[in-house]
């Protein structure tokens, strides 16, 4: 049989995110309410005001503009506020919750668009997951109208699911049915695996286009209550109250602002505070420069605060991030990250000591768990990443972990321009990757005894000791070292770049598989192939066509 | 950015396999030795005696019949000798172990038939696995020459691997580097979670299409030993005989001889002895029906022999294998498979209490292990997969696992025509998923404590009380069974086929993952990806311009 398969005849747009700061008084789509410890956040999304001009944001659905309003406000409320201790979500639109992502957005958007995009929304969403782990901050879902596709999915990142029960809202997931694509943040599996909804269950559920509602959602788990119209407000209010009451987030503490991180940009080069970045379009690299502190540690978490979020331990950080979303966004064809540093180890390591010293503290626990979401971001980047170790570098510490991520290693040899790494109090376990294991871990999967000795070593690992602890990949030596990372860098853009997502993605993942592991690496890999398949995204697939009256899609209907 | 692919301009293969029965005297490509405990299966492939006749099995090559015959020899070892407690995997050719699989082939195969190839070349290679962890028979790969891709990762499914250290024999996942995909057998997994080795090195081997040798191969954990030329056979024939030292395999037992259980194929209309298949092109169904025992279990292991592989415990399953088998290779466009059964369920029982109670005995452990590989089988088949539970069916005990193994179930509520399901010794985690889990426990993921519950209650669940449990989907009257079946199976045909298949695999497999659920639900996904991108099949693609001389891939760049 011959199979065959055109796709391109739609438009098909990479767009380009001009930032990715914001801050409440700038917010379109999302209204921030705060009223002591529980704060509301309401979706409001502006038609006119999607990232593009050529889809519409209709009933509540968002594109990419929606959510990075979505991820600012939680990373706020964990920064700036820390008397808040539940926060509902709910929309200020009448009968709708949010219909998810816009489908004209998708079904316009390219393959690696869709992706980039599914990743950040997923990131989001566990972004919501992880303050309520480890923060202390709640989250109810408050769905005053019917919740679909991205908007169900986004309740499913909550603690708790309210439904109002007026005949007709309902949560659905229909993607299947409708686009023939699957739910593409963490749906299906924050369905069976978070929420444990029956397997068959699920399956009727995701297979039908209006979804369920009322007393059968509650039956079926996927909310926890279905409430009269009547009673519906009182209901939320009261949720919130009583999960505020089970959170440890401090009285009469002051938060701290978050100014922006944003980079001046001249041609390829980006320069932040503590971080520079170079593309080379040659190569397809981007070279990043990471600058340890350059002063001494706060001596307190009231003094961190002084210093207020230009703080090393926290801007070094969101720089990191920010530039991480430019590459994966705006530079697709960046193949390849190295990540270099540049600084006072002992500088490194001074400041993860007081990072993990206080980390009981409100504000610090929020620091840690800052570089931990973006050392995971890293992880999740679908781009190359090697590490290269010179003299003048700060691989220690909190640092040492973007050697730890990488794909690859090379550290100099050469006893005139002697090289280290170094390991800190954040290296053993407080800085997990999505698996749950801390990166030297997973690294040395084979055997668990050497972390604890590697850890438990005080001083830093020369280029012999670091190879033989297995910190490093490799150790060229002066004569060698600029042919071979030359040759690395070439020999890696002379790869498929498809073949290299997937390898990579599953190289770095060993060890037990989470909530987190399976939604990036078992849900993102099938939808990735859906989202490309002629099923879906060709001339007659079912996305294309959406919403053009008349037009049934035509299936390829081999089962794959 | 337009984003334009076009595909099909190549030859793009269905492959119809006309039989999966084979046995070693029909082997085309392996030789069976056996000798005392340990058994040589040695790998001759024969080139033009491929599938197909547009390709040459050149260098060990292998294809779907290769792998057929090695399937077959592994599960003969198991039943037909008990006396093989060892096995050693080697090659008769020169200088070479396996190339892996036939690019060739590969490379003119339409998408489906790839994805359907490499499942089943996986779950050969977990049925390796599965006979080490399981029976006690262990496996050495004796690497005689260079094992690459899929050669190195039959190796990798053996319990050791030897490899000559000759200057020049290599392991090696060449795919990302030579042909734009991933290894599609469990490569990857297993060297980072099986074998445990590092995540940087894995990403340095899996880059380097030439692989790794001798000492570096073993630092690297890719292989156990690397043996000079002169000792080679000594020390394979050492090794085989210290692991066969560690097996329980029984001493002087005779072996059950497998009947082949090939069906006559009328049209549309498959008959076995146990089991009946028809095809609706219309609905794109197969319907299903699995009779029950006729006669009475047997009444010990010994009589079990005696009755032969004809036995219903082994009969039935080995048929239904045989059936999931042909729907997987040749009826792609089914689309849902529908499960019945037919006779008397207390005759089930009795038969699953004999294979529970003497599940220690070797031959019955056979037993157990296969109906648990089919039963996986059936989980891992993309295909829809809906229960029917009518009247005279008997979904009990093992049967009633096709129940839990459904998408949905639908039984019919007639007090006039009275319907039941019962759970029986085998439900309770001797049928385990690929999770490890019973499909009992996955499916009430939620509530553990109910398992216990129900797996302790004696007798049959009617319609009432089965949807109470939890045990069916839908429980539709007299008026309502018809066409509420007929709507259920019409709607389904009508979803598109890939975003099921995606669907499926995300929602059967809830709770823990292990290296299986690894391999099928993130690697495989990833390699279907992979395996339909431009980058890859395009006409300028890595795995369509293998082997033409003076051409190369043009790739994408974008990274997503």
């Known amino acids: 049989m011959q199979y065959m398969a055109c796709m391109g005849d739609h438009p098909a747009i990479d767009e380009h995110v001009h930032s990715f700061q914001t801050s409440p008084d700038r917010y379109r789509h999302w209204k921030l309410r705060l009223d002591g410890e529980v704060a509301r956040l309401s979706m409001d999304v502006q038609e006119e005001e999607g990232l593009r001009k050529d889809y519409q944001l209709k009933l509540n659905s968002y594109d990419l503009g929606v959510d990075v309003e979505l991820a600012d406000a939680v990373l706020r409320l964990r920064f700036e506020h820390p008397e808040v201790r539940a926060v509902v979500i709910t929309s200020l639109k009448d009968r709708i919750f949010c219909a998810g992502a816009n489908i004209f957005m998708l079904g316009t958007s390219s393959h690696p668009f869709k992706v980039n995009f599914c990743k950040f929304t997923n990131e989001t969403r566990l972004g919501i997951e992880d303050a309520s782990q480890h923060s202390g901050m709640k989250f109810v879902a408050a769905l005053n109208g019917t919740a679909s596709g991205g908007g169900y999915e986004l309740a499913l990142a909550c603690d708790e699911i309210l439904l109002i029960d ?29 929420r444990k909804v029956r397997r068959d269950l699920a399956d009727f559920f995701s297979t039908v286009a209006e979804g369920v509602k009322g007393r059968r959602a509650v039956e079926w788990r996927l909310v926890d209550q279905a409430v009269p119209k009547s009673k519906f407000e009182q209901v939320v209010s009261d949720r919130a109250k009583a999960l505020a009451a089970r959170s440890d987030r401090p009285k009469g503490e002051r938060g701290m602002p978050l100014l922006p991180v944003e980079p001046s940009i001249d041609g390829p080069s980006f320069t932040y505070r503590f971080l520079r970045m170079k593309l ?5 690299t981007a070279e990043l420069w990471l600058k340890g502190p350059d002063a001494a540690a706060p001596a307190s978490p009231a003094q961190l605060l002084e210093q207020g979020s230009d703080a090393w331990v926290v801007r070094a950080f969101r720089e990191l991030d920010d530039a991480l979303l430019r590459l994966r966004m705006n530079h697709l064809d960046t193949g390849t990250v190295v990540l270099r540093t540049e600084g006072d180890p002992a500088r490194v390591l001074e400041h993860d000591r007081f990072v993990a010293s206080h980390r009981e503290h409100w504000l610090v626990r929020e620091v840690l768990a800052l570089q931990k979401r973006v050392l995971k971001r890293l992880d999740l980047t679908s781009k190359t990443l090697f590490a290269f170790v010179e003299p003048g570098s700060c691989f220690a510490g909190s640092l040492l972990e973007l050697v730890l991520a990488a794909d690859r290693s090379y550290m100099l040899d050469d006893p005139k321009r002697p090289t280290a790494v170094q390991l800190g109090p954040l290296n053993d376990g407080l800085l997990p990757m999505s698996n749950g294991l801390s990166r030297l871990q997973t690294r040395l999967l084979a055997e668990p005894q050497r972390v604890k000795e590697i850890v438990s070593r005080q001083g830093p690992f020369g280029p012999e000791e670091a190879l033989a602890a297995g910190l490093c990949t490799f150790t060229p030596d002066d004569l060698d070292w600029d042919d071979e990372l030359r040759i690395a860098l070439e020999e890696r853009a002379s790869l498929s770049p498809d073949a290299l997502t997937g390898m990579e993605n599953n190289l770095r993942f060993a060890g037990p598989e989470t909530l987190e592991t399976k939604i990036f690496g078992r849900l993102s890999a099938w939808q990735n192939w859906i989202f490309q398949r002629p099923n879906a995204v060709g001339e007659r697939g079912a996305l294309t066509l959406y919403g053009q009256a008349g037009q049934r899609p035509h299936f390829d209907v081999r089962r794959t």
Do not use: H, I
């Open 280 to 284: 080379n379009p040659q190569l397809r």
């Open 166 to 194: 007026d005949g007709s809202s309902a949560v659905s997931l229909p993607e299947v049915p409708l686009l023939g694509v699957l739910p593409g943040t963490g749906g299906l599996t924050r369905v069976v695996d978070k």
